[in-house]
């Protein structure tokens, strides 16, 4: 192999790389918080809601769960616009990301509502709750912390499928790259660069969530 | 311009998908095949084995596939290799999946009671012999419902694979989508067939995961 | 010379040191039972013996056999000391036979139908000839001891580790298990027990070791150490005032 490695360009485009970043920080950002929100908000229709609500939600969580993020992001991209729904890329690949976690972090979060002792809701109802009431104040705290390990590395899975969104030219890390080899024809090192960029925000973003679930569980804040 | 009906696009995409199911089983047997021996290795008695072992996975999960990818496709062809889409797209996909299949695996070793280790390591069995004979079997029952599961990773992984060149399902649906401008019924298709290939899977690792957590109860 | 040789014997988990210079010479044919309060070093020196856990410092030999860390080692000494344990650690994927069976196959080569003859053989001496097919999980817990003790028999070993292997089971289903025991002891088998049976230790055994706090504290036959116990920590701990 008589490859030449050249970082050169580095100079010149360093900022589109870190434009790159603050897009990929921001679509994970916008995800996390809003996809975990409405997993929440399904776990508990698919654990606790009414009996109407429950296929539709089980229906959206098998859909997104069982076909690519890239296809979704098409669908939504190109195939709403159909329905004169018409969006940015930007906008489009928000949706894309908080739909996506919507559906996972559901799973996960069914999952820990379920492994919630029976005598927490009947201490609850007890003490005169309601089953929301309830839920929220006795059972959904304890639920995330059982599972905040498994909801934390689906966000770092979901923030590295966002690479894809610069398919449909939201201005990402990938697309900061892409960008930069075509303009330098340094394909291999723009995307080394790019992955151990991506691996550094990955292991960014654990320390985040486990610092986030450190202070949002108090248990664990006072051990 | 030609019309198309129905039955023309869906046609193609159906086409398409002999591709995505055989690069899904490529990837899906080569991958354990990899993620076999990054198991021996993460379990080694020697440190920098584990190590290794270690760091690959971590690599290989901490990055986007779509750069694997990437890396594969122009990567290779620093070689002065002309590479074809579809041996980048193997490549990314086996060693993505040995990734994960190999921690998947490692987790159902470390199931398994350490009672397991000694009693056969007291019955004078060698490493492989008590991996062989006492924990694998043990190991490989746990394992089947999180091994099905990531099957359908595998699936939708190889949609990734279109941004390559590489012409399965989704890369088909692009295509079809251009001729047809029609990008709300050919992706609404397209996302029916993923759903098709991956749901049974889905449900039925659902399914031998609850058959399992009975059979332990039982126990 | 001894059969089971432990020199200045030390181990050590961290900074903490469980084991402080065990000196112990086990002879042919000795049914020894090692007895002290729980995080004494009792059994860590057992499982130490066959190389389940490494020794920091001293030596061990067995028959001849060195305790070394390498696998060729392990095997020859682990060939010569079978272990029971506290939990069984049948292996659940096989049947009763299949569990007696498989090391004699992979480690020592037998063939399959002499395998099966000394596992029969070895169940019919633990009084379970008829549950040759059974699974371990349709088995009693005395059963899946005595099973146990099967499997290590089929290894013919020169010794026999026992580590609490009565303290899992529920108390009416200790004497099946102690009685054959009784019966290993009383053909001769060379025995090192961990137990908390003082009865059976008092009855069976031909020396007490007591340990405590990693040493061994006093030692003798068992009339002696039961009836006379010199040191206060031994009478404390067998509630003699």
């Given at each position: 192999?008589?490859?030449?490695?050249?970082?050169?360009?580095?100079?010149?485009?360093?900022?589109?790389?870190?434009?790159?970043?603050?897009?990929?920080?921001?679509?994970?950002?916008?995800?996390?918080?809003?996809?975990?929100?409405?997993?929440?908000?399904?776990?508990?229709?698919?654990?606790?809601?009414?009996?109407?609500?429950?296929?539709?939600?089980?229906?959206?969580?098998?859909?997104?769960?069982?076909?690519?993020?890239?296809?979704?992001?098409?669908?939504?991209?190109?195939?709403?616009?159909?329905?004169?729904?018409?969006?940015?890329?930007?906008?489009?690949?928000?949706?894309?990301?908080?739909?996506?976690?919507?559906?996972?972090?559901?799973?996960?979060?069914?999952?820990?509502?379920?492994?919630?002792?029976?005598?927490?809701?009947?201490?609850?109802?007890?003490?005169?709750?309601?089953?929301?009431?309830?839920?929220?104040?006795?059972?959904?705290?304890?639920?995330?912390?059982?599972?905040?390990?498994?909801?934390?590395?689906?966000?770092?899975?979901?923030?590295?499928?966002?690479?894809?969104?610069?398919?449909?030219?939201?201005?990402?890390?990938?697309?900061?790259?892409?960008?930069?080899?075509?303009?330098?024809?340094?394909?291999?090192?723009?995307?080394?660069?790019?992955?151990?960029?991506?691996?550094?925000?990955?292991?960014?973003?654990?320390?985040?969530?486990?610092?986030?679930?450190?202070?949002?569980?108090?248990?664990?804040?006072?051990? | 311009?030609?019309?198309?009906?129905?039955?023309?696009?869906?046609?193609?995409?159906?086409?398409?998908?002999?591709?995505?199911?055989?690069?899904?089983?490529?990837?899906?047997?080569?991958?354990?095949?990899?993620?076999?021996?990054?198991?021996?290795?993460?379990?080694?008695?020697?440190?920098?084995?584990?190590?290794?072992?270690?760091?690959?996975?971590?690599?290989?999960?901490?990055?986007?596939?779509?750069?694997?990818?990437?890396?594969?496709?122009?990567?290779?062809?620093?070689?002065?290799?002309?590479?074809?889409?579809?041996?980048?797209?193997?490549?990314?996909?086996?060693?993505?999946?040995?990734?994960?299949?190999?921690?998947?695996?490692?987790?159902?070793?470390?199931?398994?009671?350490?009672?397991?280790?000694?009693?056969?390591?007291?019955?004078?069995?060698?490493?492989?012999?008590?991996?062989?004979?006492?924990?694998?079997?043990?190991?490989?029952?746990?394992?089947?419902?999180?091994?099905?599961?990531?099957?359908?990773?595998?699936?939708?992984?190889?949609?990734?694979?279109?941004?390559?060149?590489?012409?399965?399902?989704?890369?088909?649906?692009?295509?079809?989508?251009?001729?047809?401008?029609?990008?709300?019924?050919?992706?609404?298709?397209?996302?029916?067939?993923?759903?098709?290939?991956?749901?049974?899977?889905?449900?039925?690792?659902?399914?031998?995961?609850?058959?399992?957590?009975?059979?332990?109860?039982?126990? | 010379?001894?059969?089971?040789?432990?020199?200045?014997?030390r181990k050590s988990?961290?900074?903490n040191e469980v084991l402080k210079g065990i000196?112990?010479?086990?002879?042919?044919?000795?049914?020894?039972?090692?007895?002290?309060?729980?995080g004494s070093g009792?059994?860590t020196l057992?499982?130490?013996?066959?190389?389940?856990?490494?020794?920091?410092?001293?030596?061990?030999?067995?028959?001849?056999?060195?305790?070394?860390?390498?696998?060729?080692?392990?095997?020859?000494?682990?060939?010569?000391?079978?272990?029971?344990?506290?939990?069984?650690?049948?292996?659940?994927?096989?049947?009763?036979?299949?569990?007696?069976?498989?090391?004699?196959?992979?480690?020592?080569?037998?063939?399959?139908?002499?395998?099966?003859?000394?596992?029969?053989?070895?169940?019919?001496?633990?009084?379970?000839?008829?549950?040759?097919?059974?699974?371990?999980?349709?088995?009693?817990?005395?059963?899946?001891?005595?099973?146990?003790?099967?499997?290590?028999?089929?290894?013919?070993?020169?010794?026999?580790?026992?580590?609490?292997?009565?303290?899992?089971?529920?108390?009416?289903?200790?004497?099946?298990?102690?009685?054959?025991?009784?019966?290993?002891?009383?053909?001769?088998?060379?025995?090192?027990?961990?137990?908390?049976?003082?009865?059976?230790?008092?009855?069976?055994?031909?020396?007490?070791?007591?340990m405590h706090q990693g040493r061994v504290h006093?030692?003798?036959?068992?009339?002696?150490?039961?009836?006379?116990?010199?040191?206060?920590?031994?009478?404390?701990?067998?509630?003699?005032?």
């Amino acid at each position: 192999m008589n490859y030449q490695f050249e970082f050169g360009w580095l100079v010149e485009y360093y900022p589109q790389i870190v434009k790159g970043i603050a897009i990929t920080i921001q679509l994970i950002a916008v995800g996390a918080v809003a996809g975990i929100a409405l997993g929440t908000v399904c776990a508990w229709v698919r654990a606790l809601g009414p009996a109407w609500a429950k296929p539709v939600v089980a229906a959206y969580v098998e859909l997104i769960r069982n076909t690519p993020f890239l296809i979704q992001l098409f669908f939504i991209f190109f195939g709403l616009p159909s329905l004169g729904l018409k969006l940015s890329e930007l906008q489009a690949a928000n949706i894309a990301m908080v739909v996506n976690l919507g559906a996972y972090s559901s799973e996960i979060i069914r999952a820990g509502i379920q492994a919630t002792p029976k005598g927490q809701f009947e201490a609850g109802a007890s003490l005169a709750m309601t089953p929301f009431e309830t839920f929220r104040h006795v059972v959904l705290i304890p639920s995330l912390e059982r599972i905040w390990p498994a909801l934390s590395s689906q966000v770092v899975i979901v923030m590295l499928g966002s690479a894809v969104v610069s398919q449909i030219a939201a201005e990402d890390l990938t697309f900061a790259a892409n960008f930069i080899q075509s303009r330098t024809f340094r394909a291999f090192e723009a995307y080394m660069v790019s992955t151990a960029v991506y691996l550094l925000l990955a292991i960014l973003l654990r320390q985040v969530l486990g610092t986030v679930g450190w202070l949002i569980f108090p248990r664990r804040a006072a051990r | 311009m030609i019309e198309f009906t129905i039955w023309d696009i869906l046609r193609n995409l159906l086409l398409a998908t002999r591709w995505t199911i055989l690069l899904s089983l490529v990837s899906f047997v080569g991958g354990g095949l990899v993620g076999l021996v990054l198991l021996f290795l993460r379990i080694s008695k020697r440190k920098w084995l584990r190590a290794l072992a270690k760091y690959y996975i971590e690599l290989f999960q901490g990055t986007p596939l779509l750069m694997q990818l990437f890396i594969a496709f122009f990567g290779l062809g620093l070689f002065g290799i002309d590479v074809p889409a579809w041996l980048a797209a193997g490549l990314a996909l086996i060693l993505w999946s040995a990734a994960f299949l190999g921690e998947i695996w490692r987790g159902c070793v470390e199931a398994i009671a350490k009672g397991q280790w000694e009693a056969s390591a007291s019955l004078a069995m060698g490493r492989l012999q008590q991996m062989r004979y006492v924990i694998l079997p043990q190991a490989m029952r746990i394992a089947v419902p999180p091994t099905v599961g990531f099957s359908v990773q595998v699936i939708k992984g190889t949609a990734l694979t279109s941004i390559i060149g590489f012409v399965e399902l989704s890369k088909a649906g692009t295509v079809v989508t251009n001729a047809t401008f029609q990008p709300f019924t050919v992706y609404g298709l397209v996302a029916l067939i993923y759903f098709a290939l991956c749901w049974p899977l889905s449900k039925s690792s659902q399914i031998l995961e609850r058959k399992l957590n009975v059979a332990h109860r039982n126990h | 010379m001894s059969l089971i040789a432990i020199t200045e014997v030390r181990k050590s988990f961290g900074p903490n040191e469980v084991l402080k210079g065990i000196n112990l010479d086990v002879e042919p044919g000795e049914v020894i039972a090692i007895i002290g309060k729980s995080g004494s070093g009792k059994s860590t020196l057992l499982r130490c013996i066959n190389g389940l856990e490494t020794i920091s410092d001293g030596s061990i030999s067995v028959a001849g056999a060195q305790l070394l860390d390498d696998e060729a080692h392990l095997k020859a000494l682990r060939l010569k000391v079978g272990m029971i344990f506290q939990q069984f650690n049948l292996f659940p994927h096989l049947t009763v036979g299949g569990n007696v069976m498989l090391s004699q196959m992979v480690v020592k080569k037998t063939a399959k139908p002499e395998a099966e003859d000394m596992a029969r053989k070895m169940l019919e001496r633990v009084g379970l000839s008829q549950k040759f097919d059974a699974y371990p999980d349709q088995l009693s817990g005395g059963q899946q001891q005595r099973v146990a003790i099967a499997r290590a028999l089929a290894m013919q070993p020169i010794a026999l580790l026992c580590d609490e292997i009565t303290s899992a089971l529920d108390p009416e289903l200790v004497a099946e298990v102690l009685a054959v025991v009784r019966e290993l002891a009383a053909e001769g088998m060379t025995l090192l027990m961990v137990t908390h049976e003082m009865k059976f230790a008092r009855d069976v055994c031909s020396r007490v070791v007591f340990m405590h706090q990693g040493r061994v504290h006093e030692m003798g036959r068992p009339e002696e150490v039961f009836a006379t116990p010199q040191t206060p920590e031994l009478k404390q701990f067998l509630g003699v005032h």
